[in-house]
């Protein structure tokens, strides 16, 4: 059930992100979630996987992936795009 319901989630955030990404798969902005605090997020479309970056210096990329965030976290990121769509 609960590989169900972040499936979900997930398709949402994508549409979310083909939306206010017009034609690009990644969206730069701060996103403060319980667990951190992200400068980016992207679709990856190949590996149909949903990524949170966070960049230190220039040339540090650390990825985080979304299916491994709690449920609260996965809401709230839903919840904060969503904001940016309405």
Known sequence: MKKIL???MKNKIIQLIKILG???NELVLDINLDCGSFESI???KESD???L??????????AFDFEELSEEDQ???YQILSIFYN
């Open 6 to 8: 972040i499936r979900v």
């Open 22 to 24: 017009i034609g690009i």
């Open 42 to 44: 992207e679709w990856d």
């Open 49 to 51: 996987k949903v990524w």
């Open 53 to 62: 970056h966070i960049f230190e210096d220039e040339d540090i990329d650390i």
């Open 75 to 77: 809401l709230k990121l």
